[in-house]
T-cell receptor, first 115, second 111 residues
Framework: NAGVTQTPKFRILKIGQSMTLQCTQDMNHNYMYWYRQDPGMGLKLIYYSVGAGITDKGEVPNGYNVSRSTTEDFPLRLELAAPSQTSVYFC??????????????FGQGTRLTVV | RKEVEQDPGPFNVPEGATVAFNCTYSNSASQSFFWYRQDCRKEPKLLMSVYSSGNEDGRFTAQLNRASQYISLLIRDSKLSDSATYLCVVKGYSSASKIIFGSGTRLSIRP
C-alpha cells in the first residue's frame, strides 16, 4: 500500500502565484486533513474533510481552499501565494468510526517556499 | 486557550534517564488520545494510543487523567534514538470531530 501520497515534495512559488498541493490516499479512509508546520513549530490544521463532498475549516484556513470530490483525493489550493505561506504542508488521513480509536497516517510533506 | 497544550521544551536529558511529558486538553468531550513522534524534517508517526486505564509499550508508558484533562508520556531508560519531537493528539467523540495536534515537545538525549 502506498498510504498517503503528497505531490510535489518541494516547490518554490513567487508572490501572487497559485498552486495546488495534491494528496491521495489508498486506505479508503473517510477523514482527510491538511496541516501546515512552520519551522520549529507544531502542526496547525488548515482544512479537514469527513467524507467526499464535505469539507470544513480548521485553525488557519485563510488563503487556502480545498475540495473533496472523491474519497481518495483531497487537494489543497493556494491562491495568491504570500511569504507567510512558506511552510511544510502535511496531508493526513484516518478512518473514523463511532466507537473506534483512530490513527492518522501522514504523507511525507510538501516543502513550500514563497519568494 | 488552545485546545491542546504541551510544554515545548526542549528537554535535554542524559542517555538512560527517565523523562516525562504532559499534555493538557480543553474539551472535556474528547475521547481518543495519542502520542505521535516526529523526527526532524519528517512526517509525524504514531507512537502509541492512550487508553483510559493507561498502557505501556516497552520503555514507553502513557497515562490519561480525565478529571484533570491531561495525558502523559513516560520514557524510561532513554536512548539516543529517542531524540525527536513528541506530539500530543486529541480527538472528540462525535464522528465529525477533527484530530487536533499539540505543538510538540522537543526531546534531546545526550550521550
Amino acid at each position: 500500500n502506498a498510504g498517503v501520497t503528497q505531490t510535489p515534495k518541494f516547490r518554490i512559488l513567487k508572490i501572487g502565484q497559485s498552486m495546488t498541493l495534491q494528496c491521495t490516499q489508498d486506505m479508503n479512509h473517510n477523514y482527510m486533513y491538511w496541516y501546515r508546520q512552520d519551522p520549529g513549530m507544531g502542526l496547525k490544521l488548515i482544512y479537514y474533510s469527513v467524507g467526499a463532498g464535505i469539507t470544513d475549516k480548521g485553525e488557519v484556513p485563510n488563503g487556502y481552499n480545498v475540495s473533496r470530490s472523491t474519497t481518495e483525493d483531497f487537494p489543497l489550493r493556494l491562491e495568491l501565494a504570500a511569504p507567510s505561506q512558506t511552510s511544510v504542508y502535511f496531508c493526513a488521513s484516518s478512518y473514523v468510526g463511532v466507537f473506534s480509536n483512530t490513527e492518522a497516517f501522514f504523507g511525507q510533506g510538501t516543502r513550500l517556499t514563497v519568494v | 486557550r488552545k485546545e491542546v497544550e504541551q510544554d515545548p521544551g526542549p528537554f535535554n536529558v542524559p542517555e538512560g534517564a527517565t523523562v516525562a511529558f504532559n499534555c493538557t486538553y480543553s474539551n472535556s468531550a474528547s475521547q481518543s488520545f495519542f502520542w505521535y513522534r516526529q523526527d526532524c524534517r519528517k512526517e509525524p508517526k504514531l507512537l502509541m494510543s492512550v487508553y483510559s486505564s493507561g498502557n505501556e509499550d516497552g520503555r514507553f508508558t502513557a497515562q490519561l487523567n480525565r478529571a484533570s484533562q491531561y495525558i502523559s508520556l513516560l520514557i524510561r531508560d532513554s536512548k539516543l534514538s529517542d531524540s525527536a519531537t513528541y506530539l500530543c493528539v486529541v480527538k472528540g467523540y462525535s464522528s465529525a470531530s477533527k484530530i487536533i495536534f499539540g505543538s510538540g515537545t522537543r526531546l534531546s538525549i545526550r550521550p
